[in-house]
Each structure stands twice: as structure tokens, then as C-alpha cells.
């Protein structure tokens, strides 16, 4: 996903500690969004919005970690492979 983003390399470098505090807190109002859907409150423009704050977040984190963008899709592919097994897994035994 080509987010679009530029210089987040200065944010990374230059927010310090004050930068990570905010990483933590974006991942927990996406999280406050989702779980008041659950509750049968969404709004769709709140869950976008605080979706964009932690994609990125998590670029701002691939860069802080040093992560190259072929790391993370070969563990994409790794992590997305298993779940589909287990969900072929699951269906088996739905079907047993």
C-alpha cells in the first residue's frame, strides 16, 4: 500500500519519547473505535480517521526499526498464509 507519505523520517527522528507515547495512543483510539462498533455504535468516519493515524504510525515505525519494506511483506505473506491454513483447517473440521 503506497501511503503517500513524506519526510516521516523527521518525525521518527525528531519526536523523541514524545513520538512513541503518541504511537500508543493512536493504536488505542482505532482500538476504542472498533470495540464502540461492537457496541452497535459505529461511525464509519471515525474508524477511517483513526485508521489513517495508525497506518501512519506504523510506517513511522518501519522506519524507527529500520524495517525494510521486503521484511515486512515476506512476513505478511507468512502470517497471511498460516491464517488461511487454519482457516481451510477450520472448515474441515466443520465439515467432519
Do not use: P
Not at 525528531?14 to 500508543?24: A, M
Not at 461511525?43 to 480517521?49: A, M, N, R
Not at 524495517?67 to 515476506?74: N, V
Amino acid at each position: 500500500m503506497n501511503l503517500n507519505l513524506y519526510d516521516q523520517e523527521k518525525f521518527v527522528k525528531e519526536g523523541g519519547r514524545t513520538q512513541e507515547v503518541v504511537w500508543v495512543e493512536e493504536l488505542g483510539e482505532l482500538q476504542h473505535e472498533i470495540t464502540k462498533s461492537l457496541r452497535g455504535m459505529l461511525s464509519k468516519t471515525h474508524i477511517v480517521e483513526e485508521f489513517a493515524d495508525v497506518l501512519i504510525c506504523l510506517e513511522q515505525l518501519r522506519i524507527k526499526y529500520n524495517i525494510s519494506e521486503e521484511q515486512l511483506q515476506k512476513w505478511i505473506d507468512v502470517k497471511h498464509n498460516r491464517n488461511c491454513k487454519r482457516l481451510e483447517q477450520e472448515e474441515v473440521k466443520e465439515d467432519v
